[in-house]
């Protein structure tokens, strides 16, 4: 990588790098990594994970001409985590239960938290996580301090409440409000997914996926018939899409 970024001799598109502009391929990598293993695919797992560590090398160098850290720091310090976090592993005291090991392991990240002036529940909840993954850990760490409801009846009837609420805002046609309470929503559906152990980011790309498979599957009906979306009544259209639902 440092010769990649050499002055004289480098790539001009390396050199010209920054850790900011970086920052969003490392994230469209972490994704075709995970994209990899949901298709199943270990060949291509298998260079997607090193696309992955070439962000962290490329960061990592960026980070070293700029004098903050290097790549052997990083190593070291998700080694001293690794340890600090396992003390159930890498100590003679080693048998303890499933739910005393997650205990311990948020009790540590807890002090870790405050050593970091990370003295709040919610602090240390990356804000660039993608919406749902977020809002998902922010009502996870609530929860554990007995800021949840006792079962899901209590979700359903504020889904209910937020439905309410947001057809109250299209009634006034205010875009702020309805925008405000579609989050609400959005964020009461994914504290659903969250209470009966379903990651909602993988629920809702499960839906895209099985959107686009039926779409599909109307548009190759289509052009069968020498016709266009533009051709055809919704009535029909929806025909078709009942007819893509029993293939899938």
Known sequence: MSQLRDKTYGCEWDKEQTLESIAPFT???????????????????????????????????????????????????????LIRRHPYVFSEKRNH???????QWEKIKQEERK?????????????????????????DRASRV??????TKGVFEKI??????LE????SEEKESIKEEIGDLL????????????DSEEALNKANNKFVNR??????????????????????LDVLWKDSKKLS
């Open 27 to 81: 994230i469209e990598e972490a994704y075709e990594v995970a994209d990899s293993i949901a298709r199943k695919d270990y060949d291509d797992l298998k260079e997607e994970l090193g696309d992955l560590l070439l962000q962290v090398v490329f960061l990592s160098q960026i980070a070293s001409e700029e004098n903050l850290f290097a790549f052997s720091d990083v190593v070291e310090i998700i080694t001293q985590k």
């Open 97 to 103: 239960s499933s739910k005393e090991q997650v205990d």
């Open 115 to 139: 050593q970091k002036d990370r003295s709040r529940i919610l602090d240390g909840i990356a804000k660039n996580l993608p919406s749902l993954k977020r809002s998902q850990k922010i009502q």
């Open 146 to 151: 007995g800021f949840d409801w006792p079962d």
């Open 160 to 165: 209910r409440e937020e439905a309410q609420e």
């Open 168 to 171: 109250q805002a299209l009634i």
């Open 187 to 198: 964020m009461i559906i994914t504290n659903l997914a969250r209470k009966l152990d379903i």
């Open 215 to 236: 779409f599909n599957y109307i548009e190759d009906q289509l052009e069968m018939k020498n016709k266009e979306f533009k051709d055809i009544e919704l009535k029909d």
